[in-house]
């Protein structure tokens, strides 16, 4: 038996059900997004569409967190151990070392192929035909099996390099699938951050439509000082005011009358 064939049922590789192909839309034959994956810099042209359409909804967050989670479900990483992809590494130490008892082996060929060529010599000059036609016949093997051991390992460094470029292929994919993931979660955090902003913005009107009311009825018991004068509470919404002012209290304070106050 040829040591490549030894070798191939020792490792059982089988090409095709183990070697996947890397196609254009495909990562080693792995359902992933068909879609254009979403890029960093295209994540604020989402915001802000979604800004122009109204506030920030639950299904809006929805839908970034499914896409992140069917990004996770699709993720190479699970998948490349459900096909042994990940025993890659082990493959190649094996086909090293069947590489390395296959030249062992094509230099005991050549070394009996010498030791026959010589003893078929000396039989030639001798002029023994029996030990001539032995000798023929040890050497006629013997270059048999060098030839034989020498395809072999063609064969070997033909598949070591075919398993090579499989795995620099799903170095790519992996890479690419990772950058995927991460650009689904940055979208996945601007949306968390718009939504965030929102609710700040909302609770810093809040408190001062409370400061407001606090100052008039301050205002009402004829009480000047306030500790709220150096008040400044910050917006995050990229449109309009930045901040909330002492100043801008005191003018919704002044907007307030006593029934509004006391039904408060």
Not at 96 to 125: D, F, M, W
Not at 132 to 147: D, F, G, P, Y
Not at 171 to 180: F, G, L, P, T, Y
Request: proline share 5%.
């Amino acid at each position: 038996m040829l040591l490549t064939d030894r070798a191939l049922k020792c490792l059982r590789l089988d090409a095709r059900a183990n070697v996947p192909t890397c196609r254009p839309g495909s990562v080693a034959n792995l359902p992933i997004p068909t879609t254009t994956p979403l890029r960093p810099q295209e994540a604020p042209k989402l915001l802000l569409h979604v800004g122009r359409e109204g506030p920030v909804r639950s299904e809006m967050r929805t839908t970034v967190v499914n896409h992140l989670s069917s990004c996770k479900t699709l993720f190479p990483y699970s998948a490349l151990k459900k096909n042994k992809l990940a025993s890659f590494p082990e493959n190649l130490l094996q086909l090293e070392k069947a590489q390395r008892e296959q030249r062992g082996e094509i230099e005991k060929a050549q070394t009996a192929e010498q030791r026959a060529a010589e003893a078929y010599a000396a039989a030639l000059a001798d002029g023994d035909d029996a030990a001539e036609e032995r000798a023929e016949k040890t050497l006629k093997q013997a270059s048999e099996a060098t030839t034989q051991a020498a395809q072999g390992k063609r064969g070997l460094n033909t598949l070591l390099a075919t398993l090579t470029t499989e795995i620099e292929k799903l170095d790519v994919a992996i890479s690419d699938a990772k950058q995927r993931l991460a650009d689904y979660r940055q979208a996945q955090l601007n949306a968390a951050r718009r939504l965030w902003t929102e609710r700040l913005d909302k609770a810093a009107q809040d408190f001062a439509k409370v400061a407001a009311q606090f100052t008039a009825t301050e205002k009402a018991l004829g009480r000047r000082y306030s500790n709220l004068e150096d008040i400044n509470v910050p917006l995050q919404a990229p449109m309009g005011p930045k901040h909330i002012t002492h100043r801008k209290i005191l003018e919704m304070a002044q907007a307030l009358s006593i029934e509004e106050l006391l039904a408060a």
